[in-house]
């Protein structure tokens, strides 16, 4: 009778301290998934726990980002009434890593309705059900492992996996060429060996033969030293010796890493005294369960490091059809620009792709030092983009030197996108007979210095950042036009781009950039920013570093939005000079007397100008040849005829009619008309510039003069004598240009 009585006040015990007493995790939710009740154990298992997460999120106890989904399908099954098992991977408040086996079941009301669900968990393989636990932490490890094809994340991982759950010292070795370099050296507790005891990371590491690591690189197959103590091991010197007895290291386990039937290295974890463990030795499960873990880690590591392989190559490529890292030097121009390549594991619907895409910028010398500036955008990413690009910067440079205004520039463009197509492929190879064009937004300005005028014109580009005085703005512009490629190879249409012209003050910044900087750039809270928020944030930061220099400008605009990009991103800042560049000009009549005058003019220009007299002469002496050819074709060229203008409503009729008494003038007569040339002279910093410009509409041309000809040798000295030189077509004529280096 006594032990009935005292069953039935056994089984009186309060339920709480029946669950606050348990060596597993529970813990209460309801529908919503917050926290109704948390045993202790739950804190020493998660990391996190208590009364003050009554109420939160049960995600918020650590579950990993990564299983966020997984846990919302666990949620809809139990409220469901079914029950769910598996396996978690959690983050504790240290930053380490745990793996727990879920068991998830419905709270039930009396009434038979599901109210919440109760999650009990336990650490994974710390029960007699290591077996059924082993294929899920397999399952997970190589999910974990998969996640990453950059191999210092890959690596990471790793170790953020092992350690401390399965060991409290992680080592990974990898071959570079036929020596092993030490890569990973992770132990728990944050703790780090003295130095000159263990290797280091980047350090080689040599094993005796003997060794464990020697073993299974030998045998490859995974070494167990159960009992470091009992077994004499050998070790790589004296130091580390001594260092393993000090920490107290219990028992190893060294695997290789085979992947593709090549050896990449050796990964060896050690137990020791750094925490407290019910066993501190490894038996014969472990070393089955750390062989496979191995060979899932060096499939992952031998992944990324094809991966990295392929990328280093493609933005190498890429590298080489981008400027160089330095802008040349500019009169009347500040330049700085960054490029950054996106993240390779944004996929976006894409598969994983390398970091190349289609941004580029450019800055072209053009003549008398006027230069031509672009930053434009291949739509895509991967080798197609970027071998567009590269085609796409050639043309545009090859295009730009004919001189001709930037909207002519665009539309000689577009017809090269034209011709660029490629067939419609579908993803299981099936070609239905279309034309795919690559689509490019650019936008293309020519600067010049000296009148601190900026043409430009616009495909379908972000408008530029104006930042004046401190105050930053978009550079004001009509239209944004149609991008590259828009008309399809064979459909008719007008496509036109607009030609706009500003004068940009002393002292005014331009920063030029590509939709990577402000698309999908992710917020802390997993959503993104808006481009609307994004463009703001950017002009906070250009705001706030606007009185800096143009690196500090482009550091600012690229850091701007917080966030990985998604798309690679090119920034290009331009900042005018804050005074005026040195010019003389005058025009003078297209008459011979006037070849002199203008000699005279650029000699006493070039001497204020500090010219050196032997390169004064050289250049006076083109001068005279280049203002001689045009006075001659000036007197050569035919003189307009006079147009005969009526006036009145039909020009029959009324005031000016023929009903009204007038004599009729001489229409066969030639008027004289006036003709002139202008002579420009600018300086730069390394360079001097001549400029004749006359209202003849025929460019010149190099002569073949032969031995008893007076004349045609004029072009072909300034050909050989000065650094450059050519001609372009103006809105009213010609100009005919040619360089001469300033020497000191």
């Not at 739509?379 to 050639?394: C, D, F, K, N, S």
Request: hydrophobic share 40%; charged share 25%.
């Amino acid at each position: 009778m006594t032990r009935r009585r005292d069953s039935r006040v056994d089984a009186l015990l309060p339920p709480k301290t029946v669950l606050d007493a348990m060596e597993m995790a529970v813990i209460v939710c309801d529908r919503y998934g917050n926290l109704i009740y948390t045993n202790p154990f739950t804190e020493t298992l998660l990391g996190f726990g208590g009364p003050e997460y009554i109420g939160r999120s049960w995600l918020s106890l650590g579950v990993a980002e990564e299983d966020h989904e997984q846990a919302k399908e666990l949620a809809r099954r139990v409220l469901r009434g079914a029950v769910w098992e598996g396996t978690f991977c959690n983050v504790r408040a240290d930053g380490s890593t745990v793996y727990t086996r879920a068991y998830a079941v419905p709270l039930r009301h009396p009434s038979g309705s599901v109210e919440g669900l109760v999650i009990f968990g336990r650490e994974a393989l710390r029960s007699n059900q290591r077996d059924q636990d082993r294929y899920g932490l397999l399952e997970r490890i190589g999910e974990r492992l998969a996640g990453s094809l950059e191999l210092q994340q890959t690596l990471r991982r790793v170790a953020d996996t092992l350690v401390p759950q399965f060991a409290d010292h992680c080592f990974i070795d990898l071959f570079s060429g036929d020596q092993l370099i030490r890569r990973v050296g992770r132990h728990a507790g944050a703790w780090t060996p003295p130095p000159g005891t263990w290797r280091e990371i980047g350090e080689t590491v040599e094993y005796p033969p003997g060794h464990f690591c020697a073993k299974a690189m030998t045998r490859r197959d995974a070494v167990l030293v159960d009992d470091v103590v009992a077994d004499r091991m050998k070790a790589p010197t004296p130091a580390s010796r001594r260092l393993g007895e000090e920490v107290g290291v219990t028992s190893i386990i060294a695997a290789p890493l085979l992947a593709r039937g090549e050896l990449l290295g050796v990964m060896s974890l050690a137990l020791s005294g750094l925490t407290v463990r019910p066993d501190p030795h490894f038996d014969g499960f472990d070393r089955d369960l750390i062989g496979a873990i191995a060979s899932r880690v060096a499939l992952a590591i031998d992944n990324a490091m094809l991966f990295e392989e392929e990328r280093e190559t493609a933005l190498a490529f890429q590298k080489q059809l981008l400027p160089g890292d330095r802008p040349p030097p500019l009169d009347g121009l500040e330049i700085a620009w960054r490029y950054e390549p996106a993240r390779p594991l944004e996929s976006h619907g894409q598969g994983i792709q390398t970091q190349v895409g289609g941004d580029w910028y450019d800055v072209i010398p053009l003549s008398a030092g006027r230069v031509g500036l672009v930053i434009g955008d291949v739509e895509g990413r991967g080798a197609r983009a970027a071998a567009v690009m590269g085609q796409l910067r050639a043309a545009l440079r090859a295009f730009a030197q004919d001189d001709k205004p930037p909207a002519d520039i665009l539309l000689k463009l577009d017809e090269w996108v034209r011709t660029m197509s490629t067939p419609v492929r579908y993803a299981n190879g099936a070609t239905p007979g279309g034309q795919e064009t690559p689509l490019v937004s650019v936008t293309y300005f020519v600067y010049d210095a000296w009148s601190r005028h900026l043409s430009f014109a616009n495909a379908g580009h972000q408008p530029p950042l104006l930042v004046l005085d401190g105050e930053v703005g978009e550079l004001e512009a009509s239209g944004r036009g149609a991008m590259l490629g828009v008309r399809q190879p064979g459909v008719g249409g007008d496509i036109r781009y607009e030609e706009e012209t500003r004068e940009l003050p002393p002292g005014s910044t331009l920063v030029l950039y590509t939709d990577g900087l402000i698309e999908r750039r992710p917020k802390e809270d997993g959503d993104h920013h808006s481009r609307e928020q994004a463009r703001e944030l950017l002009y906070q930061a250009v705001r706030k570093a606007a009185r800096g220099d143009v690196e500090s400008i482009a550091n600012a605009a690229f850091e701007a939005v917080p966030g990985d990009i998604d798309d690679d991103v090119a920034i290009v800042v331009v900042r005018t000079a804050p005074t005026r560049l040195q010019v003389q000009e005058r025009t003078f009549p297209a008459e011979p007397i006037m070849v002199s005058e203008a000699r005279r003019l650029a000699a006493e220009t070039f001497a204020d100008w500090g010219m050196l007299d032997e390169q004064s002469d050289m250049a006076c002496l083109l001068v005279s040849e280049v203002v001689t050819n045009v006075v001659l074709h000036a007197a050569n060229a035919p003189a307009p005829r006079r147009e005969l203008v009526l006036e009145g409503a039909l020009g029959l009729d009324g005031p000016g009619g023929f009903d009204d008494p007038w004599e009729l003038p001489d229409l066969t007569r030639r008027e004289p008309v006036t003709k002139e040339f202008t002579l420009r002279l600018r300086r730069g910093g390394k360079a001097v510039w001549v400029e004749v410009l006359d209202k003849d509409m025929r460019l010149p041309r190099i002569r073949s003069a032969g031995e008893t000809d007076e004349g045609g040798r004029g072009l072909y000295l300034v050909d050989q004598l000065a650094a450059r030189w050519g001609s372009r077509p103006t809105s009213d004529g010609k100009a005919v240009w040619f360089e001469i280096p300033l020497k000191s």
